[in-house]
């Protein structure tokens, strides 16, 4: 891997998520290009992945804000024994650090594998993987 764009969105054909009530809000976002968390408005805690309550204080008061996209990767891990078979190897899974103080599980791309360390500096990168989803992945900034 010496390229610098060897890491890329996954194809078509991957299995999809499924939208749920809680979830709706934030996959239609990612639609329009938004990447979105929930802010309780009890305590502040901003949460991620979309829940009916806070996890924090248990509060139902939850609003939906968009994020600007901007993190830093926490850890990470390369993937070369998928999941499933369509997936595209290898791939780098990580765990993102958002600026407005949640986590979130995504790959990066736009980068080789050995250039991806703690702590890099990741904006948001949408792609459509058919079925009208499109995923949130993240690249260096």
Same mark, same amino acid.
Do not use: K
């Given at each position: 891997?010496?390229?610098? =764009? ?12 499924? $939208? ?6 934030? *996959?239609?976002? +990612?639609?329009? #290009?938004? &990447? &979105? ?5 009890? +305590? ?9 309550? +806070?996890? #924090? ?8 804000? #968009?994020?600007?996209? &901007? ?8 993937? *070369?024994?998928?999941? $499933? ?11 993102? =650090? ?12 736009? +980068? $080789? ?21 499109? &995923?949130?992945?993240?690249?260096? #900034?």
């Amino acid at each position: 891997m010496n390229t610098r =764009d060897s890491l890329h969105a996954q194809r078509p054909g991957i299995p999809l998520p499924r $939208a749920d009530v809680v979830s709706a809000p934030f *996959w239609e976002g +990612c639609r329009r #290009r938004q &990447l &979105l968390y929930q802010r309780c408005t009890d +305590c502040g805690y901003a949460v991620f992945n979309p829940a009916p309550i +806070c996890r #924090r204080c248990i509060s139902r008061n939850l609003t939906w804000e #968009r994020s600007n996209g &901007l993190g830093s990767v926490y850890s990470w891990s390369e993937v *070369w024994r998928p999941l $499933a078979p369509t997936f595209t190897v290898p791939y780098v899974a990580a765990i993102i =650090d958002l600026d407005e103080g949640y986590q979130m599980v995504s790959n990066i791309i736009g +980068c $080789a594998v050995d250039q991806v360390v703690v702590g890099m500096r990741v904006r948001v990168d949408f792609h459509e993987v058919g079925g009208g989803v499109v &995923l949130p992945y993240f690249r260096p #900034r």
